[in-house]
């Protein structure tokens, strides 16, 4: 009779008696000692879990895995091998729901896209190799790398939350891709007007405050009265309503155009009032209901004033252009925008071909001045030898 092999150190199988008789597991279990350093609550520095295999190459990587994860001081367990991919879905939604970010509704998106190929999957399952997959899969559907940045960034979240609440020991990597999609569209004034001349007669106040501010689209369709003070001359946010949660103030008593438009849009709301009965909350609308959305109108205006393919928020480009050609300070022109960072105010700083040669002329005009001194110091030199 062959002697059972031993074996290894923290391997055994467990064993237990009933009616006299002792049974023995073929399932094989690991031990492993933490000094009650894998960061769980009452812990009595000794762990036992079943690997749920006879195979003893198993058993030792589930062993060599949990002393990885002590040695980290943060012991996962079985919870890493069970999590699925819905969990990691489900903590992302309730982090943003929790959070109210504004970008719930992208990420949904995201995670919609990233379910059709990772929902059946474990987390541990997904790993660089099929994320890979996964890029290649998208960008053969035509999918832009901008969308699949996107859905790459929701995923690298995901890992990111599940981690915390450990969920899962580690992430895979995640690959970034190199977006070039850098938009650089402005309006000039005779294309801003023939725009304007086509659109619906409620929606040209919004494209107009738009071409005036650089403001973003949500921004103005979700402005009411209440945030216009006549008085002071002057549009407030609040803080919350705006992409950066930071409040703005933009003076248009300093601004005639802009205080003109918002004056006509009072006196157009007042009539509306008066006809309807009822209170007309928003600064823009159609018949006194908000504005949701006007894709359809713009899209054909700017193919009949012959821009096609702009968008509304090439005129967040055309008001800083503006601004730096006025001579605004940096500082005060982010502050009118609503621009974060200055690197991001930068790339919507456009310059065009007419700012190029406006500036060289200026540098002419300079180096002429710098240069005519010293001309006539010499023609009066050459003068004098003459003599």
Known sequence: MNKPRKLPTGIYR????????????????????????CGKENCSGLHRES????????ARDLRARRLAEVAKGRLIGQT??????????????TDYQVNARKSLKRAKISVDRLREYFGPCRALAITTDRIN???????????????????LAALRRMFTLAIQAGKVAQAPYIPSLRVSNTRSGFFEMEQFLAVLKHLPVDLRP????AYLTGWRRSEILELEWRNVDFRTGEVRLDPGATKNDEGRTFPFSAY?????????????????????????????HRGGRPILDFRGAWQKACDAAGVRGRLVHD???????????????????????GHLTESIYRRYAIVSPADLKAGV???????????????????????????
Request: with cysteine; hydrophobic share 40%.
């Open 51 to 58: 690997s749920e295999s006879t195979s003893l190459k198993a």
């Open 133 to 151: 997959q996964y890029i290649g899969e998208r960008q053969a559907a035509k999918a832009a790398n901008a969308t699949i940045r996107n859905e």
């Open 315 to 337: 005129f967040r480009r055309t008001a800083v252009r503006n601004l730096e050609r006025a001579g605004v300070p940096r500082s005060v022109a982010m502050k009118l925008t």
């Open 256 to 284: 005639p155009p802009l205080g003109e438009l918002l004056r006509w849009q009072r006196e157009r709301t007042v009539a509306v009032e008066k006809t309807t009965k009822r209170i007309v909350s928003h600064v823009f």
């Open 14 to 37: 467990p064993t237990w008696t009933k009616n006299g008789q002792t049974f023995t597991s073929d399932v094989l279990w690991i031990r492993f000692g933490c000094r009650q350093r």
């Open 361 to 387: 002329e200026k540098l002419a005009k300079l180096h002429v001045e710098q240069t005519a001194p010293a001309r006539v110091v010499v023609v009066l030199g050459d003068r004098k030898n003459r003599t």
């Open 80 to 93: 890493a091998e069970l999590t699925t991919f819905e969990d990691l879905a489900g903590m992302l939604t």
């Open 206 to 209: 919004v494209v107009e405050y």
